[in-house]
């Protein structure tokens, strides 16, 4: 299994936007998989991928607010 964590570039503290694959559905290595904002500033979206191929099974919902290392998913 593999830890979908939240990148540590940029602000401490961001909101996830959307998911951009759904729970339970097939990732390849290199897709994006979801997009985050700042959460306290106008800063752009980032997209976060998939470092694996296997099934995403999603830890957290839109509109959540996300810290720097937190698992926000699973590939299994």
């Not at 299994?1 to 290199?30: E, F, I, K, Y």
């Not at 980032?46 to 699973?74: F, K």
Request: charged share 15%; with cysteine.
């Amino acid at each position: 299994m593999t830890d979908l964590h939240l990148p540590g570039a940029g602000p401490a503290c961001w909101l996830l936007v959307r998911w951009l694959a759904s729970d339970g559905s097939r990732v390849r290595a290199g897709q994006p998989l979801a997009e985050l904002r700042p959460a306290e500033a106008d800063g752009a979206a980032i997209r976060v991928s998939a470092l694996a191929t296997g099934t995403l099974w999603h830890q957290v919902r839109p509109g959540e607010a996300l810290h720097v290392g937190q698992v926000i998913g699973l590939i299994e």
